[in-house]
C-alpha cells in the first residue's frame, strides 16, 4: 500500500514536470521570436528625491507583450532567458531602448531624468557589454551619467575578477552603478570598499515592516548610516505606505521607490503623471503590473 502510494506520488510529480518543461519549451521558442516581433516593452518607476520632493530617476522594469498570454512580468522570462543565454540579447535591447528613451526626453519635462537599469550576473558574462552600452549611449548621443545599472549581490560571489574588471569599465565610462536588493545577497561588504558603488538599494523586504518591526527599522537606519559614511546614496525599495516615507525621510534615506509613488508605468503615463505633477503629490495609479 505504501509502495503504491509511494508511485502514484512519483507519477503525479513526473507529470508535472513533463508539463512544466513542455511549457518551458514552448515559451523558450517565443521568446525566441519576441525580439524580431518587437514585443518587448519598458515599464518605469519613479524614484522620489526625498530631500527635493522631485523625480530625479526612474527603474526600467521590463514586460513583454505576449502575444497569447498578454503582458508577462520579468519573473515569467527572465529566468528563462538566463539559463538560455538570450538575455544578453533581451539585455542590449534593454539599454538600446532605454538611450533611445533619453534621447526622446531631451527638450521636455522629462529631461535630466536618469534611468536604472537591471543587469543581471549572466548578462557580465558578454565581453562586448560595455562597448555595447558606449555604442549605444553614442548613437543617441546620449550622457553616461544619464544612465545608472543595478546589480544583485551575486556578482560579487561568482566571477569576482571578471565582474570587478566590468564594473570598473562601467566606472570609467560614467555610467552610475547601484547595488540592487542590498541585504539578502549572501555577499560580504567587503566589497563596498573594492568596487566602485554608487548607491545601494535596500531591500523591499526590510521596508514593508520597517515602521512595526524593530529590527527591520534598526537595520534599515544601519544600512542608510553605513552607506552615508561611505559616500553612497541609499533608495529604500517597496515604500508602499505613508508611514515608511516618514520613517525614510526621519532617517535621512535619499529616495524612495514603492507603489506608494507610483507603480512601473508606461512611459506615455509617466510623462502625463509628471506634467501633471500627481508624482510629486505622491500618489499616481496609472496600470498595473
Ligand atoms: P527589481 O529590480 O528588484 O525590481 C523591483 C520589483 O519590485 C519590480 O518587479 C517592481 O514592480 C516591484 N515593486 C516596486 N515597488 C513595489 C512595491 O511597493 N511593492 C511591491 N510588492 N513590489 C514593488 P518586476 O517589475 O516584476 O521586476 C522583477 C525583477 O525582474 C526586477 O527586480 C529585476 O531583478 C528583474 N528585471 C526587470 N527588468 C529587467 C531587465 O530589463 N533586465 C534584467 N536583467 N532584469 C530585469
Ligand atoms: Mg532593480
Ligand atoms: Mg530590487
Ligand atoms: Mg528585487
Same mark, same amino acid.
Not at 26 to 37: F, G, I, R
Not at 183 to 188: L, Q
Not at 214 to 224: E, G, K, L, M, S
Given at each position: #500500500?505504501?509502495?503504491? %502510494?509511494?508511485?502514484?506520488?512519483?507519477?503525479?510529480?513526473?507529470?508535472?514536470?513533463?508539463?512544466?518543461?513542455?511549457?518551458?519549451?514552448?515559451?523558450?521558442?517565443?521568446?525566441?521570436?519576441?525580439?524580431?516581433?518587437?514585443? &518587448?516593452?519598458? &515599464?518605469?518607476?519613479?524614484?522620489?528625491?526625498?530631500?527635493?520632493?522631485?523625480?530625479?530617476?526612474?527603474?526600467?522594469?521590463?514586460?513583454?507583450?505576449?502575444?497569447?498570454?498578454?503582458?508577462? @512580468? @520579468?519573473?515569467?522570462?527572465? @529566468?528563462?532567458?538566463?539559463?538560455?543565454? #538570450?538575455?544578453?540579447?533581451?539585455?542590449?535591447?534593454?539599454?538600446?531602448?532605454?538611450?533611445?528613451?533619453?534621447?526622446?526626453?531631451?527638450?521636455?519635462?522629462?529631461?535630466?531624468?536618469?534611468?536604472?537599469?537591471?543587469? !543581471?550576473?549572466?548578462?557580465?558574462?558578454?565581453?562586448?557589454?560595455?562597448?555595447?552600452?558606449?555604442?549605444?549611449?553614442?548613437?543617441? $548621443?546620449?550622457?553616461?551619467?544619464?544612465?545608472?545599472?543595478?546589480?544583485?549581490?551575486?556578482?560579487?560571489?561568482? $566571477?569576482?575578477?571578471?565582474?570587478?574588471?566590468?564594473?570598473?569599465?562601467?566606472?570609467?565610462?560614467?555610467?552610475?552603478?547601484?547595488?540592487?536588493?542590498?541585504?539578502?545577497?549572501?555577499?560580504?561588504?567587503?566589497?563596498?570598499?573594492? +568596487? @566602485?558603488?554608487?548607491?545601494?538599494?535596500?531591500?523591499?523586504?526590510?521596508?514593508?515592516?520597517?515602521?512595526?518591526?524593530?529590527?527591520?527599522?534598526?537595520?534599515?537606519?544601519?544600512?542608510?548610516?553605513?552607506?552615508?559614511?561611505?559616500?553612497?546614496?541609499?533608495?529604500?525599495?517597496?515604500?508602499?505606505?505613508?508611514? %515608511?516615507?516618514?520613517?525614510?525621510?526621519?532617517? #535621512?534615506?535619499? +529616495? =524612495?521607490?514603492?507603489?506608494?509613488? !507610483?507603480?512601473?508605468?508606461?512611459? #506615455?503615463?509617466?510623462?502625463? =503623471?509628471?506634467?501633471?505633477?500627481?508624482?510629486?503629490?505622491?500618489?499616481?495609479?496609472?496600470?498595473?503590473?
Amino acid at each position: #500500500r505504501a509502495k503504491e %502510494q509511494g508511485r502514484n506520488t512519483y507519477q503525479f510529480y513526473t507529470e508535472g514536470m513533463q508539463e512544466r518543461e513542455v511549457m518551458r519549451l514552448e515559451l523558450d521558442k517565443d521568446l525566441s521570436q519576441a525580439l524580431t516581433n518587437d514585443e &518587448f516593452v519598458l &515599464f518605469y518607476q519613479p524614484q522620489l528625491n526625498l530631500d527635493t520632493g522631485e523625480i530625479q530617476s526612474v527603474e526600467a522594469l521590463i514586460r513583454w507583450q505576449h502575444p497569447r498570454r498578454g503582458l508577462l @512580468p @520579468p519573473g515569467e522570462f527572465i @529566468p528563462l532567458a538566463e539559463e538560455s543565454g #538570450r538575455i544578453t540579447d533581451i539585455g542590449r535591447w534593454v539599454v538600446m531602448a532605454a538611450c533611445r528613451q533619453l534621447a526622446d526626453w531631451k527638450g521636455t519635462e522629462q529631461e535630466g531624468l536618469r534611468i536604472a537599469v537591471n543587469l !543581471s550576473g549572466r548578462e557580465l558574462d558578454d565581453e562586448a557589454l560595455v562597448d555595447h552600452i558606449r555604442e549605444a549611449l553614442e548613437a543617441e $548621443n546620449v550622457p553616461a551619467e544619464r544612465l545608472e545599472f543595478e546589480l544583485t549581490e551575486e556578482i560579487f560571489i561568482q $566571477n569576482i575578477e571578471r565582474n570587478r574588471n566590468q564594473l570598473s569599465r562601467l566606472q570609467k565610462l560614467g555610467v552610475h552603478l547601484a547595488i540592487d536588493d542590498f541585504g539578502v545577497g549572501y555577499s560580504s561588504l567587503g566589497y563596498l570598499r573594492d +568596487f @566602485p558603488v554608487d548607491v545601494l538599494k535596500i531591500d523591499r523586504s526590510f521596508i514593508t515592516e520597517v515602521t512595526e518591526r524593530h529590527d527591520d527599522a534598526v537595520i534599515t537606519r544601519a544600512v542608510i548610516n553605513l552607506a552615508h559614511n561611505l559616500d553612497i546614496q541609499v533608495v529604500a525599495e517597496g515604500v508602499e505606505t505613508e508611514e %515608511q516615507l516618514a520613517f525614510l525621510k526621519r532617517h #535621512r534615506c535619499n +529616495f =524612495a521607490q514603492g507603489y506608494l509613488i !507610483s507603480r512601473p508605468i508606461p512611459a #506615455r503615463d509617466l510623462e502625463q =503623471a509628471l506634467a501633471s505633477g500627481i508624482l510629486v503629490a505622491g500618489l499616481a495609479e496609472g496600470s498595473s503590473l
